[in-house]
């Protein structure tokens, strides 16, 4: 059992845990941070991406005392942070994925939404194919993706301050109930 | 009560005339709203099962068996048990009750009593202080086993039966064997101008929900024991649990949290919940058991393979004369819901074509592999991935455009199938229409060059069965509204909400009925304390039952709000309408007064206010043993056009887009419907590309992880096209039907029938693995010169 | 939740520490670097060593430099997502660079280290499993056993290299720099190798990977690098396929190499390449019909075993299309040649 400290959602932190629980353990079961999820026990499915000095990074790989001194953004971050700097409600990232129906079962959706806040902190305007590649390390069983590139778009286009539906609903509905005969 | 009358005069939407596509008249339904549940899970803040600590929580892990079939002949604990910081090591003998999901055919066991019938299947489980502790207990566990003939090969299965797997089956190793006629199809296919003959095959496949199954069991003083679990049948949960522990059901609470994906991997009662029940029992302390991902794919009930047999005749024309089916399936160790997959397997096929006559011959057996049950789209994604590869074959030998085969059989709405069910609304000829437009089929296909091509199918799936899995009168689905003086109105449901909404649903009807804000909606559900059971999220039938069960309940309440309003107003309750917080009268737009002044008006006429609400199908099946089984109060239909690209150097098949056109009935939201819709056909196509739930030599999963169960990426899914078609049910809540299940099953023979538009290659045996692309390849130009394309359907006459 | 075995971790601040915290501990403690391959196989007992000696706080393992002579020197824990993001790695080491971007997903790039990748084990889909799985068909010789169930009635392990970096730096002519109790060492990596699956590369008891020195590479420097695999992210290699094409300022071949990877237990340098494509002219119908030739002599030479998850036939088929799509992806200054 070693006593080591980081920084966890801005907040220093003294944690003591055996050196071989990985930071994932110490997040759920010692610090309650049950935000971050585990999915695959060994790093093929992207659940427990937490941001380790801003970059994405699975907490189910990492030994916990390793990232003594470091800076750990975990999903309970996002809203306290977005408060802080002044803004209302949850993270804007959050509310998209809210918005856009990108929340199915919301397992994997925390490291989703950090591997997308890091990319748009590297990237503020990524496109499709950008946003594809960047959350290829994080699966999702329920979505098939679409309402989450979605998500992350209407986050990128609410930045830039245009505001846009994600999708046409009512239009699409009615487009594909006409009958049309011809070619 | 049948929801059949429910939508009359009294409707609360105001002037809609029934059967109205139009959405203008709703206030919430029809609309992209948030879900309930959407913010707390992307802030973090929900909570699933595995989530919760309790104070002095023991953690609980299984030994399993290395052999896929063999006697246990003696297990002995005592090593284990003198470690430090174990408490407890509970066996076969602890619980020898067996259970299983379908009443008629119990045979699991929480753990193994006599005999394990796979590797993985579980042993004995340990309750220790920590994780760690409960490892090092297992690995002092000895456990005799007398190895036993394993079967892995289903076709042995069905020959041999010595040793049984089972014992005491009169039919050796055969599960279930369901045989039905309907009609001379002997004599149909004899007359038909052309009849195509095949063989098809359908591998494994699981659910792989990103959360892994998790138990958490505590047990109060005076004897009540809580069971919080990651199950999407809490209902079913709740008796087996009763059964095989032997308390009285009142004794035991069940309690689903968030749920991370189920898909049908978490409707069955599964080994861990039994295990932390009775050891939480045992100890008097809380445990804990969180299943590893390989554990996950032991537990399995995934998709059953199949080897399908079809031969289907059509008139010069093209239309059906006859089908008939033979279907091997391989069931794995265990029945599950086999049963009902074999009745499935041919039940659910009669649609959204006419079947002049029709023969299915299903036959499950037994094999030593972790046990298949039900994966989206239960027993009948299989027979429609043969079936509608087949209506392609006929189609070509006919020359006709495969869109114009699917329309020319159209069975129509209001009509009953070959088999007897009942079929109400019926959208599938706009979804066709729908694909074909928005895939620009009629400029496009043929013409994209080689490699490149379209493809189409259609399906049918039910919203719910009237089979209830253990035979009573009782609803199929309760509700529970209570009104608070606060302008808050909180709904009790039973509905498993496991990622779909059904919550969300439930809210958006309630809002909708009693003209509320949907802020002022409250949802508690699947806690068997609080809630009327419902019986569970299974068979595509929450959105249809739970959301007539709350209209119903709903109804009730609004005629007491509107008669307090009216006596207050002193006016005829038809000028009082319930609309976004307010109630108004619609004759005078000066009188409008607060949902909270309502209920606090209504409660001093009528006393606390609550109401119940229910849901029970009609009369349904056909007339003969099984018949009920498929039987639904309303089919969903769907069509898809699959645009593949296949590398014809490596044999690499790559989905460019797919239009998906789902018949939902009405989209309670589009939004939503939109996510089942795609989740649905992503989940095919990583079937048909991706993913093999498969055994190797030994009959050990070849690859239990995330990484070996390759599930597609971001990068590896297509372009998808949500076409929402909406034909208005009349028994539908608001005209819904379903949309989780009925979307997935055109994906994979769309993408078979897209390859041979790209490739003139038929593809008949799941997955399409890049090898099995070449080997098409290199068959079909070995024939090429002499008979070109037609010449692959080997089997046709 | 999959539970990794007990161990004491130590993160010493300079090398000289970590070789000494090695030396002390023996056998029983090994080097943890990014994790991304360890921490997998420990949670399997694959490993279960009881000192861990992280190397993450030794800054001076990190970083990309140019050496005033032109050679590249990468310390062994720079991130793969940094090599593969590093314009002098683009520019001076194209292979390298597309390897790197190509191992696993993003977050394992970020975690994972380039001296990890160039030490990856072996890979086998009879090996890479639980204590669990592997107990129920009694061990194999990689670990815990003494049979072969890739070629039954094998003596040898045929586990897979499985490194995507590994080729690259082998058509790079890249140097390895070790430092040990001895002191330090360099080593052509070509000699690194050996064909044995249980344990593929010659590294010295309480040795520690610092540096990766690839040579300056000439003007006219083209390479690439070629991953087959199921999907487009997270997968280990089926088959990868690093080449080299050097051409004069005539755009004729002066020098070329291809290592495919992936097959067993070493990566292959294909024979007579350099013969075959010297000469030719890029672009004209004879490179091109070189490069089939290339293509045909990989096919010869390379027989992937099933030793890793998926079809071995299909494997072996691919591998004269993946020498010829990445011979041409370098000759047009392209690549990688993958999938998506």
New interface residues.
Partial sequence: MTVFSFHINGDRVEVAAPDHWTLLEVLRYRLGLTGTKQGCDKGDCGACTVLVDGRPWLACLTLAKSVEGREITTIEGLMPAHRKSGGAGADPLQDAFDRCGALQCGFCQPGMILSARALLARNPRPTRVEIRHALSGNLCRCTGYTQIFEAVESAVAQACGTTTAARAWEAQRERACEREDTP | MSARDLHGPGAPWGAATPGSKSNTDFKVVGRALRKLDGLSKATGAALYADDLQLPGMLHAKTLRSPHPHARVLRVDASRALALPGVLAVITGASMPIKYGVIPWTPDENALAVDKVRFIGDPVAAVAALDEDTANAALKLIEVEYQVLHAYLDPFEALVRHDPPIHEDRKEGNISKNVRLEFGAVDEALAGADVVVEDDYEFHGTTHAAIEPHCALASCSADGVLTLWSSTQITHYVHRALAKVLELPPHKIRVVQLNLGGAFGGKSDPFSLEFCVAKLALVTGRPVKMLWTREEVFYAHRGRHPMHLHYKSGATRDGKLTGVDAKILIDGGSYSSFGLVTTYYSGQLLTGPYHFPTYRFDSSRVFTNKPPCGPKRGHGSVQPRFAFEVQLDQLAERLALDPIEIRRRNFQGDFTRTVNGQRVTSNGFLQCLDAVERASGWKQRRGKLGRGRGLGVAGSMYISGTNYPVYPNEMPQAGIQLKLDRSGLVTVFTGGNDIGQGSNSMVAYVVAEELGLKLEQIRVVAADTDLCPVDLGAYSSRVTFMVGNAAIDACRKLRAQLVAAVAQKWACDERRVRLIDGLAIDIEDAARSMTSVEVFQLAESKFDTLGATGSYNTPKLGGDYRGGTIGASPAYSFTAHVVECEVDVETGRVSVVRAWIAHDCGRALNPMIVAGQMEGSAYMGLAEALLEHHQLNRFGLHSGPSLLDYRLPTSVDTPELHALIVESIDPEGPYGAKEAGEGPLHPSIPALSNAIHDALGIRLKHLPFTPGKVLAALRQEQALRPARPHAALDEGSR | ?????????R?PRTLSEAIQLLEEAGPAAMV?AG??DL??NM??ELATPEL?V?L?HIEELRGVRREPEGALAIGAMTSL?EVAASELVQRFAPALAQACSLV?????R??GTLGGNVLLDTRC?WFN??Y??R???GFCMKKDGSVCHVVQGGKNCVAAASNDTAPALMTLGARLELEGPEGSRTTAIDDFWVADGIVNKKLGASEILTRIVVPPTPRGHRGAYGK?R??????FPLLGVAVRLDVDETERVAHADVVVTALAAQPKRVAKVGDTLRGQTLGSPEFESAVLAVAELARKQCRPLPNI?G?A??RR??VP?YVKRTLFAAARGDGPVH??
């Fill in positions: 939740m999959l539970r990794l075995p007990k161990f004491e971790l993160s943890i994790g991304t921490v997998p949670k399997h861990l992280s993450a997502a696993a997903g993003p977050q394992l970020a975690m889909q499993q639980s669990f799985w107990q129920a068909l087959l199921d999907r487009g992210s997270i997968d998850p079809d036939d299909y088929e691919m299309v999938h998506v």
